[in-house]
Nanobody
């Protein structure tokens, strides 16, 4: 079983910055990719950014140039640096990790979510 623990959410004014962290732990053999999704009230969950084990990154268009995803493989941790935040970035942000567990089975795990609120 793989657990994800997120931190770093909060309330910030428009134009401000926040940094989210997500640490994976448990029976992990290898991590293929980690990413951040978000879900605003009344909307579907959407991919914000993802990073593979080879450091290939992918961003949704609305955050390109403002958000940066990075990872520390030694700590099984992924970060999301969010700059120039906008009120429309307000959402619950979820961490996701996909890989192979020590049982040799594929896993796809989610964190509990962290609230990001951007005031205008």
């Amino acid at each position: 079983q793989v657990q994800l623990v997120e931190s770093g959410g909060g309330l910030v004014q428009a134009g401000g910055s926040l940094r989210l962290s997500c640490a994976a732990s448990g029976s992990i053999f290898s991590i293929n990719a980690m990413g951040w999704y978000r879900q605003a009230p009344g909307k579907q969950r959407e991919l914000v950014a993802a990073i593979t084990s080879g450091d290939i990154t992918n961003y949704t268009d609305s955050v390109k140039g403002r958000f940066t995803i990075s990872r520390d493989n030694a700590k099984n941790t992924v970060y999301l640096q969010m700059n120039s935040l906008k009120p429309e970035d307000t959402a619950v942000y979820y961490c996701n990790s996909k890989g192979i567990a020590s049982t040799w089975r594929f896993y796809d795990s989610w964190g509990q979510g962290t609230q990001v609120t951007v005031s205008s």
